[in-house]
């Protein structure tokens, strides 16, 4: 049986070789959240790859739209597509572009531009609630666009509203494009912040996949949406990665792509 473990090495192991092969950027901020997929897609996520648009799904809404390649990879081994198609990403005409794009199957809003998928999941949340929809809503976001105002209108909405059928993970890996998250505008004290606004607030390590899994069901809610703020590193899972700003634009080169690899696949020397 494949284990969520298994999954997030699997998606990360796509995310290097679509970032080595197509000199593509952001594997930093892939590696951090790849985990949180893995959880989501390998079995909490209500989801029908071979119909993505099932009313029945669970939705989620991805703001790390730089971060394409863990959505595009972790979506290619849930079955939405073959894998051999992640071949075409960035490619003339592929509809894997280098940030994320709808028109992926299963990819419910293009992103890219910060700060946008937890307003409109907000907004289909609150939908759900109406219609008393037994589906879930998810956002991802990163913690460098919760410097985005636009955020803190739908944090601000989400209680107001009730939506209790709300989840959102906060990727907190503590780094964005221009530095560390205390340097460039501080978010502490984050998990403050969200209680004051009204939200159920977990604090979770975020490359715990029985963490995530608990903190991600969609049982036992209490009339408040969730904030998952999941406490990553940047890069995780490559040892020359990992917490380096560097790696936010880089794209590995022949011999880092081997050593990555061979990392990630358990054999480095
Ligand atoms: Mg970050």
Redesign the pocket.
């Given at each position: 049986m494949t284990t969520t473990q298994d999954l997030a090495r699997r998606i990360r192991l796509q995310c290097l070789r679509m970032c080595h092969q197509k000199r593509a950027s952001h594997l930093g901020?892939a590696f951090s959240v790849a985990d949180a997929l893995a959880v989501l897609y390998g079995g909490v996520l209500a989801k029908n790859p071979a119909a993505p648009n099932d009313p029945q799904r669970d939705r989620l809404f991805y703001s790390k739209g730089h971060a394409c390649t863990a959505l595009y990879a972790a979506l290619g081994e849930a079955g939405y597509y073959p894998l051999s198609a992640l071949d075409s990403f960035t490619d003339n005409g592929s509809v894997f572009t280098s940030h994320v794009n709808h028109k992926v199957p299963g990819v419910e809003l293009s992103t890219g531009s910060l700060g946008h998928a937890l307003p409109v999941a907000a907004g289909v949340a609150l939908a759900g609630k109406r219609k008393g929809a037994a589906w879930h809503t998810y956002a991802i976001v990163?913690?460098?666009e919760l410097d985005e105002g636009s955020n803190w209108e739908a944090i601000l909405f989400a209680p107001h509203h009730k939506l209790d059928n709300l989840t959102l993970v906060v990727?907190y890996?503590?780094?964005?494009s221009f530095g560390t998250?205390a340097e460039v505008l501080n978010l502490d004290p984050l998990p403050a912040k969200f209680e004051a606004f009204g939200w159920e607030t977990l604090e979770i390590d975020g490359h715990d996949h029985a963490a995530l899994a608990a903190a991600l069901d969609k049982g036992g809610r209490s009339g408040r949406p969730r904030v998952v703020i999941a406490h990553t590193i940047?890069g995780k899972g490559v040892s020359f990665m990992e917490n380096q700003l560097a790696w936010h634009y880089k794209s590995p080169d022949a011999a880092q792509y081997e050593a990555a690899r061979a990392e990630l696949e358990g054999h480095a020397a």
């Open positions: 901020g990163s913690d460098g990727d890996n503590k780094i964005q998250t940047k």
